[in-house]
T-cell receptor, first 114, second 117 residues
């Protein structure tokens, strides 16, 4: 069973601060997705990383895939109240086209206070 | 692109009744859809994988006779909670993968809040 551990579980910060969320596993993933979910809504895909060491930026969000493709991080610069939400990492197994399942992390509930 | 809808967005029912939730891919064909259950401030729990034209694959601990899944077309999957009880109250979310998509990317519906009285 592939497990993804996310930390921290809860994070409350002031507007303007920086933060990093971590997603770790002992398993190798062929891809790693990050989603953000707001209360009462479904998760929204933010980014997909597929290459070890890959770094992707989405405005103030920086995503990194570990060299060994076992871990990932999400860094937010100058957080804003609009960044508040549940952040989920999800690892994809070998791309076979049949199962297509994702292994989800435990989630990080981020609250950015104005 | 890659929009998934769910209906209803919320439902309240009496204990013992059955409730059907629809999941539709609006602008793409989805050979595979997934059904998740989520408790407040927690991550997603995969219930079952639904493949078009075949029987759903249920995760361990999920009662297939209680949570009936039908994936009759490439754009529609339904989840029926049969003889619902208060402990079935939860947020149910579906997702879909495009037939030509890569990297296991899933696109989620907005979720259905089920409350069983």
């Amino acid at each position: 069973t592939q497990l993804l551990e996310q930390s921290p579980q809860f994070l409350s910060i002031q507007e303007g601060e920086n933060l990093t969320v971590y997603c770790n596993s002992s398993s190798v993933f062929s891809s790693l997705q990050w989603y953000r979910q707001e209360p009462g809504e479904g998760p929204v895909l933010l980014v997909t990383v597929v290459t070890g060491g890959e770094v992707k930026k989405l405005k103030r969000l920086t995503f990194q895939f570990g060299d060994a493709r076992k871990d990932s991080s999400l860094h937010i610069t100058a957080a804003q109240p609009g960044d508040t939400g549940l952040y989920l990492c999800a690892g994809g197994g070998p791309y076979s086209g049949s199962a297509r399942q994702l292994t989800f992390g435990s989630g990080t509930q981020l609250t950015v206070l104005p | 692109g890659a929009v998934v809808s769910q209906h209803p967005s919320w439902v309240i029912c009496k204990s013992g009744t059955s409730v059907k939730i629809e999941c539709r891919s609006l602008d793409f064909q989805a050979t595979t859809m997934f059904w998740y259950r989520q408790f407040p401030k927690q991550s997603l729990m995969l219930m079952a994988t639904s493949n078009e034209g075949s029987k759903a694959t249920y995760e361990q601990g999920v009662e297939k006779d209680k949570f009936l899944i039908n994936h009759a077309s490439l754009t529609l999957s339904t989840l029926t909670v049969t003889s619902a009880h208060p402990e079935d109250s939860s947020f149910y979310i579906c997702s879909a993968v495009t037939s030509g998509g890569a990297y296991n990317e899933q696109f989620f519906g907005p979720g259905t809040r089920l409350t069983v009285l």
